[in-house]
Nanobody
Framework: QVQVEESGGGLVQAGGSLKLSCVTS????????MAWYRQQAPGQQRELLA????????YYPDSATGRFAISRDDADNTVYLQMNDLTTEDTGDYYC?????????????WGRGTQVTVLA
């Protein structure tokens, strides 16, 4: 079984920074793509913030370019999201998704999320 767990959320003043972490663990052969998503309100669709492949290449949608940076540490099966110059619109629940080869099958695994609140 594969587990994904986010951490690092909390309260931050507008203009501040936060660094989120996500650890993937369990019985797996390989972690492929890892990505961060945000859900700003219950019922809203999760939006992609950043994605990183196992070769280190990254992708950011236009809405996240410049303020967010994704990185990974394969030794610890961890992916990070550095967020800078935060605004109140960045408030929401942040989720990590790992695309994993486990049991010789590839699948997507989500964490339970970590909450970020940006204060005006």
């Amino acid at each position: 079984q594969v587990q994904v767990e986010e951490s690092g959320g909390g309260l931050v003043q507008a203009g501040g920074s936060l660094k989120l972490s996500c650890v993937t663990s369990g019985r797996l052969q390989r972690i492929n793509r890892m990505a961060w998503y945000r859900q700003q309100a219950p019922g809203q669709q999760r939006e992609l913030l950043a994605r990183i492949e196992n070769d280190g290449s990254t992708y950011y949608p236009d809405s996240a370019t410049g303020r967010f940076a994704i990185s990974r540490d394969d030794a610890d099966n961890t992916v990070y999201l550095q967020m800078n110059d935060l605004t109140t619109e960045d408030t929401g629940d942040y989720y990590c998704k790992a695309n994993v080869l486990a049991g010789w099958k590839t699948g997507n695994y989500w964490g339970r999320g970590t909450q970020v609140t940006v204060l005006a």
